[in-house]
């Protein structure tokens, strides 16, 4: 399985910016995909995730301005961020979790800078 990710870039506080990552070989099934974000001298966190049925979860400080979603056809999930503050500057990694197994698959990270 193979990740890619894609969107990142530099965007100024209060902007947008929609990332993608496209799944490529056996996707598990069913599984969960998510986005996590690695800051500078910080841990990986998480930062939302998506169920194969369309369950989500957000990590605290994005709830109400980021906005996971997916496109099973396609084996593709999108984050949508909007209110994008400094803080929220990172690499952003797509992930793939098969629910059975618990193996996973991560894509190659995009950098997302929030800066005026």
């Known amino acids: 399985v193979q990740l890619q990710a894609s969107g990142g870039g530099l965007v100024q506080p209060g902007g947008s910016r929609r990332l993608s990552c496209a799944a490529f070989?056996?996707?598990?099934?069913?599984?969960?995909m998510a986005w996590y974000r690695q800051a500078p001298g910080n841990q990986r966190e998480l930062v939302a995730m998506i169920t194969s049925g369309g369950t989500t979860n957000y990590e605290n400080s994005v709830k109400g301005r980021f906005t996971i979603s997916r496109d099973n056809a396609k084996n593709t999930v999108y984050l949508q961020m909007s209110s994008l503050k400094p803080e929220d500057t990172a690499v952003y990694y797509c992930?793939?979790?098969?629910?059975?197994?618990?193996?996973?698959?991560w894509g190659q990270g995009t950098q997302v800078t929030v800066s005026s």
């Open positions: 070989g056996r996707i598990p099934w069913p599984n969960v």
């Open positions: 992930n793939v979790r098969s629910i059975v197994t618990g193996n996973e698959y």
